[in-house]
Nanobody
């Protein structure tokens, strides 16, 4: 079984920063073989893609609203993926989820393309 545990969420004022972390574990799970992604879900809305990173960090992908403000990174030695969020806006308020999948080393952005999910961490940005 694969476990993804997010941390780092909280309450921040607009313009502030937060760094989310997602620690991965599992007997049959090799973190360095997984494409990792961050998604978010605001109240009453669908879960949406935020950012993705390839196995060796050579490629990243972002949704347009966060480009230039968010940075995804990973440390394969620590089995951890990060999401640095700067210049936060009220519209960034959501539960943020970490996701993982194996297979081809491409950047996936659909919810149904990921196999494993964390429990989520709340990010609230006050204006």
């Amino acid at each position: 079984q694969v476990q993804l545990v997010e941390s780092g969420g909280g309450l921040v004022t607009a313009g502030g920063s937060l760094r989310l972390s997602c620690a991965a574990s599992g007997r049959t799970f090799t973190f360095s073989d997984a494409t990792m992604g961050w998604f978010r879900q605001a109240p009453g809305k669908e879960r949406e893609f935020v950012a993705g990173i390839s196995r060796g960090s050579s490629s990243t992908l972002y949704t347009d609203p966060v480009k230039g403000r968010f940075t995804i990174s990973r440390d394969n030695a620590k089995n951890t993926v990060y999401l640095q969020m700067n210049s936060l806006k009220a519209e960034d308020t959501a539960v943020y989820y970490c996701a993982a999948r194996g297979g081809p080393n491409v950047l996936w952005r659909r919810v149904d393309e990921y196999s494993y999910w964390g429990q989520g961490t709340q990010v609230t940005v006050s204006s």
